[in-house]
């Protein structure tokens, strides 16, 4: 199974601030990288698909980048309703394969 | 719009199977796959299986492999989810969502949530 390995775990960070979260796969996944976000209680939303595409109606600071093994999430000036936590998976292989999570919190 | 709406939740005790069931609105059932997703208490996300709308063609994850079965309705859009041989750590929310199947790991939406607890 394709491991993807999510850092960091947590992070503190306050309104405006650059926060970037990275997805390591264990070997190559092309393109086949979501991320998704998710409050406490609600299920996970869909942010960005194939590695890079904005989900409609997901505010453009969300961006994602990388290729092969190594993935990215940046979300460029952090707003109050971001602090949540954020999941990378791969549906290049079976298994399918969620990284571990980050949880954004306040500073 | 697109739209998932799971049955609720359930408690059952060690041993006993499960059923969760997934109802699509908004869109051609059909011509998307659905995905099982779990989360315990506190943990993170589980991939459990898929399945393909129009095929009813199935893959899951080695941790469920021989416990769980997929299916898909289409005469009532609705995909199901049954878990058998429970055992306390199936305790989870179990969570639908619709994807595109084009390996791009496009799964939106998702359906709200159904909390299964396995219990004595």
């Known amino acids: 199974a394709i491991q993807m390995t999510q850092s960091p775990s947590s992070l503190s960070a306050s309104v405006g601030d650059r926060v970037t979260i990275t997805c390591r796969a264990s070997q190559g996944i092309g393109n086949d990288l979501g991320w998704y976000q998710q409050k406490p209680g609600k299920a996970p939303k869909l942010l960005i698909y194939a590695v890079s595409h904005l989900e409609g109606g997901v505010p453009s600071r969300f961006t994602g980048s990388g290729s092969g093994v190594d993935f990215t999430l940046t979300i460029s000036s952090l707003q109050p309703e971001d602090f949540a936590t954020y999941y990378c998976?791969?549906?290049?292989?079976?298994?399918?394969?969620f990284g571990q999570g980050t949880r954004v919190e306040i500073k | 719009q697109a739209q998932l709406v799971q049955s609720g939740g359930e408690m059952k005790q060690p041993g006993a199977s499960v059923t969760v069931s997934c109802k699509a609105s908004?869109?051609?059932?059909?011509?998307?796959?659905i995905a099982w997703v779990r989360q315990a208490p506190g943990q993170g996300l589980e991939w459990m299986g898929w399945i393909i709308g129009h095929t009813g063609n199935t893959n899951y994850a080695p941790k469920v492999q021989g416990r769980v079965t997929m299916t898909a309705d289409t005469s009532t859009s609705t995909a199901y989810m049954e878990l058998r041989n429970l055992r306390f750590d199936d305790t989870a929310v179990y969570y639908c969502?619709?994807?595109w199947g084009f390996g791009d790991s496009r799964f939106d939406p998702w359906g709200q949530g159904t909390l299964v607890t396995v219990s004595s």
């Open positions: 908004g869109y051609t059932f059909r011509s998307y796959g």
């Open positions: 998976l791969q549906d290049y292989s079976y298994p399918w394969t």
């Open positions: 969502a619709r994807g």
